[in-house]
């Protein structure tokens, strides 16, 4: 089954830029969703698409995926942007179809 | 208004079954794509189930052949029928709207229901 490599923890002071990675194999093949999830709540969409910004999530937040490693990058870091970071394609190979999230990446902000 | 609102977590022994209710509003189950994604204690996110607005359903190999997704669209409720419960099961429980699309993201997500399987 496919499997997407994210980083555990991902420090950044505030102010600064916070750049969490996901990898995969031929990722850039496919749409990658990221997803905010603050303790204690339900995840909530940040990133579609690659680089798409729901309505309503500050343009702080950016992604892209060129190649073999998406990516989601926090500009000028705020304390109410930490919390735990997944990233999620859908895979339709061989004898399965699923939804696969990264582990996880958990943004702290010294 | 769109709002998911899961029901039906409780502890229950292994081996034991549950069915879990996630109740929509605000758009009909029938023309979207409706997940169950659970987390673990400390764990991330794992995806679970999911039905298409067609009515197909697929699982994460980890619960085939235990767990059932339907759903009632008179009620407007999609259901998560799980058997054969087992201590790794134990997780919050959340249901999640795709808009369009098997591709499309999760834009609304429930509150979560928790499920915790122990003797």
């Known amino acids: 089954s496919y499997v997407l490599t994210q980083p555990p923890s991902v420090s950044v002071a505030p102010g600064k830029t916070a750049t969490i990675t996901c990898g995969g194999i031929n990722i850039g093949s496919k749409s990658v969703h990221w997803y905010q999830q603050r303790p204690g709540q339900a995840p909530v969409l940040v990133i579609s698409?690659?680089?798409d910004r729901p309505s309503g999530v500050p343009d702080r937040f950016s992604g892209s995926n060129p190649g073999n490693t998406a990516t989601l990058t926090i500009s000028g870091v705020e304390g109410g942007d930490e919390a735990d970071y997944y990233c999620q394609v859908w895979d339709s190979s061989g004898d399965h179809t699923n939804w696969v999230f990264g582990g996880g990446t958990k943004l702290t902000v010294l | 208004e769109v709002q998911l609102v899961e029901s039906g977590g409780h502890l229950i022994q292994p081996g034991g079954s549950l069915r879990l209710s996630c109740a929509a509003s605000g758009f009909t189950v029938s023309s979207n794509y409706v997940s169950w994604v659970r987390q673990a204690p400390g764990k991330g996110l794992e995806w679970v189930s999911i039905i298409y607005s067609g009515g197909t359903t697929y699982y994460a190999a980890s619960v085939k052949g235990r767990f059932t997704i339907s759903r009632d669209i008179s009620k407007n409720i999609v259901y998560l029928q799980m058997d054969s419960l087992r201590a790794e099961d134990t997780a919050v429980y959340y249901c999640a709207r795709e808009p369009s699309s098997a591709y499309d993201p999760f834009d609304y997500w429930g509150q979560g229901t928790l499920v915790t399987v122990s003797s």
């Open positions: 698409y690659d680089s």
